[in-house]
Structures are given as C-alpha cells and as structure tokens.
C-alpha cells in the first residue's frame, strides 16, 4: 500500500482497493480516515465509490430474488443452435 507524507496521502490505485473495505466500515481509524481525504480531493475516487456502492445495494436487493420457474427454452434443430443465432424462442409448451 502506498502512503506518502503520512497515512492521509495516498493514491487512487491505493484508494481503490480500499473501497469494498471502506463501504464494509472494515478499515482501521487510519486507512479509514486516508480513503476520506482522498475522497475529498479526488473526484474520480468519488464516482468509482459511488458505482461500487450502488452496485453493492443492487445486488444485496436482488439476492433473496428467485428466477421464475419456468421460461422460454431453445428449441434446437438441423442448423438451428443458440450459437449460431438462428435458433428459435419458444415457450416450455412448445407453442411459439
């Protein structure tokens, strides 16, 4: 970890894998106190925060969600694959 003049200074590199932890409130009094001043400073630093933190609340909302039960499936045939695009979309009933 990089700290220059003292634990307040560090750089965005640094910074940035401190943020999970920060978010967490896992870092110590010092680190804690460095992420701050840096966030202050550095605008950057401050969006890529803001992405993790709403990426972190989206997927804690979304982690006690279970998918549907049922859905379309491929229907497969002679020159037909999902890989090669041309496969049809159907329902599990195999109407449409």
């Known amino acids: 970890m990089l700290l220059r003049r003292g634990p307040r200074r560090m750089n965005c590199r640094a910074i940035r894998a401190l943020l999970t932890p920060y978010l967490d409130d896992e870092l110590d009094d010092v680190r804690r106190e460095a992420v701050r001043h840096h966030l202050r ?3 950057r630093c401050r969006v890529e925060l803001s992405t993790l933190d ?3 609340r989206i997927i804690r909302l979304w982690a006690g969600v279970n998918p549907p039960e049922a859905g ?3 229907v497969e045939g002679p020159g037909r694959t999902p890989h090669n ?3 049809e979309f159907r329902k599990p009933d195999g109407k449409g």
Request: aromatic content about 8%; hydrophobic content about 40%; proline content about 8%.
């Open 72 to 74: 379309p499936r491929w």
């Open 54 to 56: 709403k990426t972190v």
């Open 85 to 87: 695009g041309a496969a």
């Open 41 to 43: 400073c550095c605008a």
